[in-house]
């Protein structure tokens, strides 16, 4: 386990301790937007982030004693600050190796932010536009319904309104249909609405931008956003791949729950590293860092304040995404997709979310951009429990009342939840494939 003596030298210097669905609307896409796109910085209470900070270290360590996860990064970021890194557990369960802020992490759907931003910066150098559309760049690109093709854009597929059921071929991408094939038999899926008026989230339809950019740009996709948002942020084991996970200095394996408090790491599947666009990301805790400072504003000359407005901008509206857990159904009030993004009113505040899950991997990043203040969280296991962090952090930085999202706070013996993690994941595999799809 490592904890930063970061966390302790901030104290001292300034105080601080520091399943997707689509659903039908009416209207403009975007007429029910609340949220501003650029809300007026303002100060979290200095003492409240140094609590919240002191709290998330006692829920962390109660997380490695009852064994919850195999391993896990994560970290709390404040006015472009790093106020909290902390990692537990193992990369590898099977040879002791621990996890460190550089070990790399699959980030299943958090890839997807990497694939806005990239064609955000190309649409700032004129390479092509938000409302491109899909038939003047790709002649293979077609809907069942021909005039909807003729209508579909980038802004379309990028922010999960291009009219199709959600998870539109996730199914066969599993079943290891390759993407060139399954996007070349969009043609034959009947549509949910027309384009733009209704959300349906999607893998292999959004990972279109990837040959969107390539025929602007005659670049590969991976390419340009290593040369554009990698490098510039200094992401320095940020790469997309299985052969690049693998080939990285520390990377966390997939584990699966053994029984009483032990865990058996196993090989990373290839499915979804195939449609790269969608969910074909690796990262350590170090690039995550930077990744979540940029998207708050912190680095101007790689992602200005224009285009993260854009990629922020609340689009379609995604109701169903209000109840999927207890926490968004007592703290979130509205929901859209934005441009690789949730916008989710939580607590009476703007909070850019997204969240991701591939086997063995589950990942979560969330900011106030009115406080400049976020989290970014990675394990890799297939442990709920987790999750339930992230939004006890965010009720007490926002001064909310403390609710046990995580389910930590009770009886449960130190050594069940491994065991109970593998009986639920018993469970979702009965109930079919979906589980394992992306957030």
Known sequence: MSFRNLFLLIVGATGLAGAPAWAQVTGSAES????PVTPKHEELPPERVKETLVAYKSWLDDLEKRNAV???ATAVVVDDKVVFEHTLGYADAATGEPVTPDTVFRLASLSKAFATAVTGVLVDDGKLGWDTKLTDVLPFFKLKDAQASNLATVRDILGQRLGLPRNTYDNMLEGNISYEELVRKLDEVDMACGVGQCYGYQNVAFSLIGDVLY?????????????????PLG??????GRDALESSKSWARPHRAAGRGSWVPFEPKET?????????????????EQWLIAQMGGRPDVLP??????LHDPGVPTPIEMHSTPWRRARITDAHYALGWRVFRYGGETLIFHAGAVEGY????????????GIVSMWNSAGPVPSGLMPMVFDSMLGLPHVDWADLE???????????????????????KKAKRKK
């Open 272 to 288: 979804y590293y195939r449609v790269a666009p969608a969910a074909g990301v690796n990262a350590s805790l170090h690039d995550m």
């Open 235 to 240: 992401m320095k084991t940020a790469s997309y």
């Open 215 to 231: 025929a602007q740009t005659g670049e590969f996709f991976y390419r340009l956003v290593d040369k554009n948002i990698f490098f």
């Open 70 to 72: 195999a391993g896990m």
């Open 305 to 310: 304040p224009s285009l993260l407005d854009t």
């Open 362 to 373: 589950r990942t979560m990043i969330g900011f106030f951009p009115k406080y400049h203040a």
């Open 32 to 35: 029910t937007a609340t949220h």
């Open 410 to 432: 009770g009886a449960e013996p130190e050594d069940i939840a491994p065991a109970k993690a593998a009986r639920n994941g018993k469970k979702a595999k009965a109930t079919g």
